[in-house]
């Protein structure tokens, strides 16, 4: 039986582009040779990381504006460094919204100064700060949209005369929005895009090349655009499935059509969190995020009964992280709604064992 599956990353693919990549690793377009014996710089790979870079832009409307798509390694944590080496000059303003912005801070603090412009650190991040204000001296500002960890996510975003950039790795391709407001959005595949080893880049051209400090060349991404994301060997494996997974949210109809399943999908779970008393959600309720809700028991003595249910009804990958606790439902775009009610069922049904 296959498992509902709501780890929160790497986590659930859709099954199709799970049946083509397994396919493509023992033989890839009918040539008798596995993706992961090919050249990367075999026209076929090349192929395929054209296709994907193309996609990305695409779904997220940015095609013809000014900005290039790169598949890279490191994850996102590289990036928390690569964003400072490329644009940090003087001084930079951050969000502090949860763990994984506040790792960002850590690392752009050996290259410049850089300072919160506003932080939820002291409520352990269950909330979105709002009415802060962004100097416009600043060389960038930095926020993180989705916060995986605590279940909170910007609802908005603020406008600024100066680039913004965020942190999307758990919630990309999974809402509209205009990513025009953007000059820079990077994102672990992990979540929405394929499996961990590569991460999506997209940056606006016009703001690159304006620091003083020389730039690894690794670390510089207009090395990266000028090579097509091949001045390495790219991790080949996770851009194919990143690839296929694009095209299948494509095929569905692009964001819009996968945002009207995500918003139906937090109805659900969200419902049953506000009207079953054997559960409280984790993050304030204006700021609950699409992607991962985030809840505990009221009654720990219900522990040992409730994760046995969940795993009598083949529910996996629920647990909530250390620094909060409880559970975790990632709903991430694969997630069919059939898992979401698969857990409200046995959420609802211990209700009637309290």
Known sequence: MKKHNFSAG?????QEVL??????VMDFNNDGLSLLEISHRSKPFVDVMEKARSLALELLGLEGKGYKALFLQGGASTQFLMVALNLLEKRAGYLNT???SDKAIKEARIFDDVYEVASSKSAN???IPKGYEIPSEYDYFHCTSNNTI?????????SCDIPMVCDMSSDIFSRTLDFTQFDLIYAGAQKNMGPAGTTLVVVKEDILGKVSRKIPSMMDYKVHIDKGSMFNTPPVFAVYVSMLTLEWLKNLGGIKAIEEQNEMKARVMYSELDLNPLFKGYAVKEDRSLMNATFNLTNDNLKETFETMLKEAGISGLNGHRSVGGYRASMYNALPLESV?????????LETKA
């Open 150 to 158: 605590f279940g909170t996510q910007m609802k908005s975003f603020p």
């Open 10 to 14: 790497p986590c659930i693919l859709p």
């Open 125 to 127: 991040y269950n909330y």
């Open 19 to 24: 049946l083509k990549a397994s396919e493509a």
């Open 98 to 100: 949860g763990t994984w």
């Open 341 to 349: 009610k698969a857990l409200v069922e046995v959420m609802s049904e």
